[in-house]
């Protein structure tokens, strides 16, 4: 009896642990998502850049022929 009370307080903690992983697993994913859409905002404004100085290039060739 005392041995199964044992192995049932120590399923509960194992049990307690996993949740708390979870919810650390959960929030690291969050976390990494967030970055992600960042980083894919950098992307855009550093293309829409190099486009705009691509651009600023050419005109500044024109005008100077």
Not at 37 to 56: F, R, T
């Amino acid at each position: 009896m005392l041995e199964k009370v044992e192995m049932n307080q120590q399923i509960e903690s194992e049990k307690q642990e996993i949740d708390k992983l979870l919810v650390e697993i959960r929030e690291a994913k969050e976390t990494l998502i967030k970055f992600n859409e960042d980083l894919e905002k950098a992307i855009a404004a550093e293309c829409h850049i190099e486009g705009a100085l691509k651009a600023a290039a050419v005109s500044y060739t024109h005008l100077r022929a």
